[in-house]
């Protein structure tokens, strides 16, 4: 090609190059501007979505806004019971001594596990055995073989709605009388006659009666003596399902009587106490020994003697909260203790709240919406022997709760001990003369 050729073509070229770019420059301004569109409606979408959080923010602040002043209602305006007063209690004993640390309690022997709910108390008669469990109740056990006694309560329940008991029944200290017959506290209807080999039951003395001004409310635990009368405990001016609201309440209605089921009279020998639960004749019947279960001590009644009538402490500052109490095999007694308490553990609820009343009202107000096991961090349990001057001679333990829990009573059978439980499903075994 020419020059003269080139020059001509030239502008030709330019202009169709010209042409080109502005396509290009076009298509990137029109892609430009979707762009803009794109982060627009992006902005769009995200001013969207942030408007939506923060009405979704707006609307649960307003509604646990609304929700306070409902639950402070419910909290403080609910009828129930007084504000509850200060306890006090000595600093909880160290594990040392005759109360080393140990797992003994860690061999025992579980029985008839999953086949009994609660058997809260243990009588062993000529190699047969008699408890009472959470679904109302009384069984014999020999050679292995339960068989049920009778039935205390108003329907047949299966134990596991503790809400249910009074309708259900929950048999609780029972003992032997002077004629054979099975004497049995069932705490919502009251105290009864049971004849083992029929099943007939006979109501001795009916809860609700009034004593000095104040109804039974909360039978619990029993002993006879020889004479045929019968030591009671009536625990709390709550009821057996509610006894943890004894605890929160703080004040001592607990209360140690005494009937005479040929007068038909009941006496007071005992008042003030916190949580009476409990209760043991000595070998030769001059005094009785009752457990208070929140003050962590054991009194001792005197019956005769000089002191006949007046009361003293037996033993106090136990590592645990008493139960029950048994006679044992070598002449003291043995103590059970669901609980535990001692100088080092992570918490004991006992004594936590001993000073803490505004907390404990708050739990009293919330009682029937939160778990028992709330105001039970701790599932150790102990059994302590004492002396016959309420020494501890031995302890056996499980302080964890990894094997038993809740034992709330001592059979001692000749060494051999048979545990009981208020909670668990099983009997439990141990021969001491191993350990």
Request: charged share 20%; with cysteine; net charge neutral.
């Given at each position: ?5 080139y020059i001509r073509q030239r502008p030709q070229q330019q202009r ?20 803009q569109l794109g982060r627009k409606r992006e902005n769009g979408n ?245 457990c208070e279960t929140f003050a962590a001590r054991i009194m001792k ?135």
């Amino acid at each position: 090609m020419s020059n003269e050729e080139y020059i001509r073509q030239r502008p030709q070229q330019q202009r169709l190059l010209d042409e080109g770019n502005g396509d290009n420059q076009r298509l990137r301004q029109q892609q430009q501007h979707q762009q803009q569109l794109g982060r627009k409606r992006e902005n769009g979408n995200d001013d969207k979505k942030s408007t939506e959080v923060s009405l979704r923010k707006i609307i649960i602040a307003a509604s646990v806004i609304s929700v306070i002043p409902l639950v402070i209602v419910y909290i403080l305006l609910i009828p129930e019971n007084s504000y509850p007063v200060v306890y006090s209690l000595p600093d909880p004993p160290p594990l040392e001594g005759s109360l080393s640390a140990n797992s003994f309690l860690s061999s025992a022997k579980k029985l008839f596990e999953g086949k009994i709910e609660g058997p809260e108390t243990i009588v062993h008669q000529k190699g047969h055995f008699y408890t009472g469990t959470a679904d109302g109740r009384i069984l014999h056990i020999h050679n292995g073989v339960i068989q049920t006694v009778a039935r205390l309560g108003k329907e047949r329940c299966d134990g596991s709605i503790y809400l249910a008991e009074p309708s259900c029944g929950r048999p609780l200290g029972m003992k032997f009388d002077p004629d054979g017959y099975l004497v049995v506290i069932e705490p919502y209807s009251g105290l009864y006659r049971v004849n083992v080999a029929t099943g007939d039951v006979h109501l001795l003395l009916p809860s609700g009666v009034m004593i000095d001004g104040r109804p039974l409310n909360f039978l619990n635990s029993l002993d006879i003596a020889s004479d045929g009368n019968i030591y009671i405990t009536d625990s709390s001016t709550y009821q057996c399902r509610d006894f943890v609201m004894d605890l929160l309440d703080g004040r001592p209605t607990g209360r140690l009587l005494r009937y005479d089921p040929v007068r038909n009279s009941t006496e007071i020998l005992l008042d003030g106490l916190r949580f009476a639960n409990g209760v043991q004749l000595s070998r030769y019947e001059d005094f009785i020994l009752v457990c208070e279960t929140f003050a962590a001590r054991i009194m001792k009644y005197n019956i005769k003697g000089i002191n006949a009538g007046r009361a003293e402490v037996f033993a106090e500052n136990l590592p645990g909260m008493p139960d029950n109490i048994k006679s044992s095999s070598s002449g003291g007694y043995w103590v059970a203790m669901p609980n535990v308490r001692f100088q080092g553990m992570r918490i004991s609820v006992l004594d936590f709240l001993a000073s803490r009343t505004f907390t404990r009202f708050l739990l009293s107000k919330l009682y029937n919406v939160v778990s028992l096991d709330l105001l039970s961090p701790s599932h150790g349990t102990m059994v302590v022997e004492l002396n016959g001057k309420g020494d501890i001679v031995r302890a056996l333990m499980d302080l964890e709760g990894g094997h038993l829990q809740c034992i709330s009573e001592v059979e001692d059978v000749v060494g051999v001990l048979y545990f009981g439980s208020f909670r668990s499903p099983y009997m439990a075994r141990l021969d001491s003369s191993r350990l």
